[in-house]
């Protein structure tokens, strides 16, 4: 599995002045955040959320590797919150998924009320569950669905980050299947757009991510704009990640007799004679993605390997005869 095409969007929308919602587009790492407090706070809040985010290395994987990165944030926010009175009280929502495209798994970690959908096979699925105040009445059977997206108190969310010195995170691995397309947003769609028409959306673009972006934002606008509207797309795609490995044609070099005449990529052998088999199984962090890549003929590498050794041999042969019948 490999991700395909991505994009993210990001829009004030017609009713707010400041946009405080942020966005990650960077694959691996898909995120959303929403801020909230007075003054700017809320774009602080979620600017710190983002670039804590975006400090996920190679190693950083699945529910425990979203959940680490979405604490740090969380600190970081709080910290300062109390450092910076102006910020106090400050905080933002997350949505972040983390592809992991060696297992084909795409891990959502998740605070607050921006929310990850799943459109597979023409069907949308609402990934997460809001923390909010809404979704929790609609829980407990005091309000229908109906009722909550009318609530006077729809945006009160009962989670969030940066306003604790601790989160709880809510994380779900999905197993992803080719042409999956995940959107993550910030509350400023699903407020404006129902699921059908979000689902419409993305079909009317012909699900490619960034014509789909455009439009959930215009549609959203012209429902009335009422928040900030961040909308995030990939796509997963069949076949492997992308890698730097030579192409095939290049891992075929046949003839060697005039040795000189070798070409010079095709000399790994000579300061790394066979690689090891296990690393070529090894989990594709970024360094061993370097080494399959730099390596990357596994057996045909091996095959080429034999060649320069019989051609030494056979040189060796030669070299001796002649000295021999000398
Ligand atoms: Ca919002």
């Known amino acids: 599995m490999r991700i395909g095409r991505a ?31 007075g003054a700017r706070a809320g774009e602080v809040a979620a600017r710190l959320a983002a670039a804590a985010l975006e400090e996920a290395g190679a190693e950083t994987r699945g529910e425990q590797g979203i959940t680490a990165l979405i604490v740090e944030a969380n600190r970081r926010i709080w910290d300062r919150a109390l450092a910076d009175p102006a910020t106090a009280g400050m905080g933002t929502t997350v949505t972040a998924a983390l592809v992991d495209e ?40 005091v309000l229908t669905p109906e009722e909550a997206e009318r609530h006077p108190q729809r ?40 699921d059908e028409e979000i689902a419409a959306a993305l079909d009317g673009a012909e699900r490619d991510p960034a014509a789909a972006a455009e439009a959930l934002v215009a ?11 961040t909308v995030v ?14 192409t095939p044609a290049e891992l075929q070099p046949v003839e060697y007799s005039p040795v000189e005449n070798r070409p010079v990529e095709n000399r790994p052998v000579e300061n790394e004679p066979v690689e090891d ?47 021999i019948t000398k």
């Open 7 to 37: 994009a993210g969007v990001t829009d004030t929308g017609r009713r707010r002045l400041r946009n405080e919602d942020a966005f990650i587009c960077e694959p691996p790492l898909f995120a959303v955040a929403d801020g909230m407090g």
């Open 155 to 194: 945006s009160a969310i009962t989670r969030a980050l940066g306003t604790e010195p601790t989160v709880q995170v809510e994380v779900l691995t999905i197993a992803g299947e080719p042409a999956d397309l995940f959107l993550l947003c910030s509350d400023g769609l699903p407020t404006m757009l129902g």
């Open 233 to 246: 797309l990939f796509e997963l795609a069949e076949g492997e990640a992308p890698t730097e490995e030579p």
């Open 277 to 323: 088999e296990s690393e070529m199984e090894a989990p594709a962090t970024e360094a061993s993605k370097t080494s399959l890549s730099r390596h990357g003929a596994g057996p045909g590498g091996r095959g080429v390997a034999l060649a320069f050794i019989a051609a030494a041999v056979v040189i060796a042969a030669v070299a001796l005869y002649l000295g």
């Open 219 to 229: 549609a959203a606008n012209e429902q009335g704009g009422e928040d900030n509207i």
């Open 102 to 141: 060696s297992h084909g798994t795409v891990a959502i970690g998740h605070v607050g009320d921006s929310r990850a959908y799943l459109l597979r096979n023409g069907v949308l699925e609402q990934l997460t569950t809001d923390h909010s105040l809404v979704a929790e009445l609609v829980e407990s059977g």
